[in-house]
């Protein structure tokens, strides 16, 4: 069941669970996730950011569209940090239900205008946006770099941003980084702020770069509100270390004999994530 991201995360925002976002990178990856959601009855959001639509190419996303239609659960199919309003463009024609414009590099004016402008033209065509306030970190796909100060989403800001922007979710900054954090860095999550940005606004909020974090805290911020985030580094880890255990057999050749290891890893983490997130079994909220 193909949906936008503002139907899906307005059933979590109104029954307090989370919705797991997973970036895929190749079809085998999109295939355990779907079969791992649909086993826990489980929302779920699929994540594809520039570099990885780069590699698997637009195509790929009307295999997407029609395995998702074909299955009892709700997903998305969203842009994970588009970086330009051309990018957002080519997600929307190659048909994704949601994209995320992230501006929150620039100066605060610039920000508000360039998600304005990526929000009246998905909304056009019922494509959900998500943007980005604060300091997150990098999204290299090589080396994760923490922020040196990080810049802490202001919920009066916050507020201000919705309203001028029209953009359905926002990205918060509450003490968390992209990647997998630094072993000199201890991340630790302000749930203070996420309390205040939760009284400020009623839009969907998102927590990106939780990959290092306690699985209690996780756990807390969904507690507190969060309903959406997003998981790309713990399930990549996992695949592709089973991956290069797999590949020491060099007699193995063939993807079949490969792959399927390498999925039952990645689902393992998946699972204990959706559990995580208390979205196991919320599929039955969406049924029409």
Known sequence: MLMNMKELLAVANEHNFAVPAFNISDYNMFNGIMEVS???????????????????????VAGMIARVNKSPIPAAIHLDHGSSFDQVLAAIQAGFTSVMIDASSLPYEENVAICKKVADAAHAVNVSVEGELGTIGNTDSH?????????????????DFIEKTGIDCLAIAIGTCHGIYPKDK??????????????AVTAPLVLHGGSSNKDSEIAKAVEHGVNKINISSDIKVVYY???REVLKD????????????????MKEVAVQKIELFQADGKAKLYQR
Do not use: G, W
């Not at 991340?187 to 205040?196: K, N, S």
């Not at 060099?250 to 890893?265: M, V, Y």
């Open 38 to 60: 649909e086993e826990k009855e489980a929302p779920v959001i699929l994540a594809i950011h520039p570099d990885e639509l780069n590699l698997i190419h637009p195509e790929m």
């Open 143 to 159: 080396e994760t770099t923490a922020p040196d100060e990080i810049l802490y989403t202001d919920p009066e800001q916050a507020r």
């Open 186 to 199: 201890k991340p630790e999550l302000r749930i203070d702020i996420l309390d205040e940005i939760k009284k």
């Open 241 to 243: 270390n089973k991956m």
């Open 250 to 265: 060099e007699s193995l050749r063939e993807p079949f004999a490969i792959q399927p290891a390498c999925q039952a890893a």
